[in-house]
T-cell receptor, first 114, second 115 residues
Framework: DSGVTQTPKHLITATGQRVTLRCSPR?????VYWYQQSLDQGLQFLIH???????AKGNILERFSAQQFPDLHSELNLSSLELGDSALYFC?????????????FGSGTQLSVL | GENVEQHPSTLSVQEGDSAVIKCTYS??????FPWYKQELGKGPQLIID?????GEKKDQRIAVTLNKTAKHFSLHITETQPEDSAVYFC??????????????FGQGTTLQVKP
C-alpha cells in the first residue's frame, strides 16, 4: 500500500458528462501529480501541484482541470467527456520537489466513457 | 521533445534466467532515471533509481546501468521469479524541472516469467 488514496476506483459515465476524481496524498506529502494511462499512450503526465500551487502542466486538455486544496487532497475534473477519455487515471504524491523525487502512486481510477 | 523509447515491449523468460529492458531518452541534460513496476490492478511502484553521477546501481537481484553519452539506461533482473511478472516502466526527469518532479515514462515492458 503506497499510502495514496484514490476514489472512486471505477467510474462509468456517458459522453458529454463531467466527473471528478479525488486523490488523498500520503501523510506529509505536499506534491500531487496526475497521470493518464491508456493502452496507446502509456503513462502521460497531466499536471503537478505543490502545496496548492500549480507547478507543471503536461498535455492536459482544456476540458480537464485540477486543483489542490488546503488539506492537500486534490481533484481532477474532466468535462465534456469523449470516448477517448476512457483511461486509467493515477495520482501520485511525494514529499519533496527537485532532483531524485520519488513518486508514490495510488491504485488509480478506471474511467469508462460510453 | 521529451520522450523515452523502451524495448522490448514484451519479454518472456524462464524462471531463473535474467531479463534486460533498455531505454533511450531524448534529453541529454536529464539526471534522474527511475524504474517502476506495475502489477495488475495496481499503480506503478518505484523499484530502483539512478542519478547521472553514477554508472550502475544494484539492489539485490535488480540493477540499473546508465550510459549518459549514449543516452541509454537499462534494467537488469537476475534469477527471475514468477512474482517478477509485471509491466516495467523506465522514466526520466527532463531538464528544466527544478521546481517539479514530473517524470516522462516509457511505453512499458510486459515481463512474463514462466515457472
Amino acid at each position: 500500500d503506497s499510502g495514496v488514496t484514490q476514489t472512486p476506483k471505477h467510474l462509468i459515465t456517458a459522453t458529454g458528462q463531467r466527473v471528478t476524481l479525488r486523490c488523498s496524498p500520503r501523510s506529509g506529502d505536499l506534491s500531487v501529480y496526475w497521470y493518464q494511462q491508456s493502452l496507446d499512450q502509456g503513462l502521460q503526465f497531466l499536471i503537478h501541484y505543490y502545496n496548492g500551487e500549480e507547478r507543471a502542466k503536461g498535455n492536459i486538455l482544456e476540458r480537464f482541470s485540477a486543483q489542490q486544496f488546503p488539506d492537500l487532497h486534490s481533484e481532477l475534473n474532466l468535462s465534456s467527456l469523449e470516448l477517448g477519455d476512457s483511461a486509467l487515471y493515477f495520482c501520485a504524491s511525494s514529499n519533496m520537489v527537485g532532483l531524485g523525487e520519488k513518486l508514490f502512486f495510488g491504485s488509480g481510477t478506471q474511467l469508462s466513457v460510453l | 521533445g521529451e520522450n523515452v523509447e523502451q524495448h522490448p515491449s514484451t519479454l518472456s523468460v524462464q524462471e531463473g534466467d535474467s531479463a534486460v529492458i533498455k531505454c533511450t531518452y531524448s534529453d541529454s541534460a536529464s539526471n534522474y532515471f527511475p524504474w517502476y513496476k506495475q502489477e495488475l490492478g495496481k499503480g506503478p511502484q518505484l523499484i530502483i533509481d539512478i542519478r547521472s553521477n553514477v554508472g550502475e546501481k544494484k539492489d539485490q537481484r535488480i540493477a540499473v546501468t546508465l550510459n549518459k553519452t549514449a543516452k541509454h539506461f537499462s534494467l537488469h533482473i537476475t534469477e527471475t521469479q514468477p512474482e517478477d511478472s509485471a509491466v516495467y516502466f523506465c522514466a526520466f526527469k527532463p531538464e528544466g524541472s527544478s521546481n517539479t518532479g514530473k517524470l516522462i515514462f516509457g511505453q512499458g515492458t510486459t515481463l512474463q516469467v514462466k515457472p
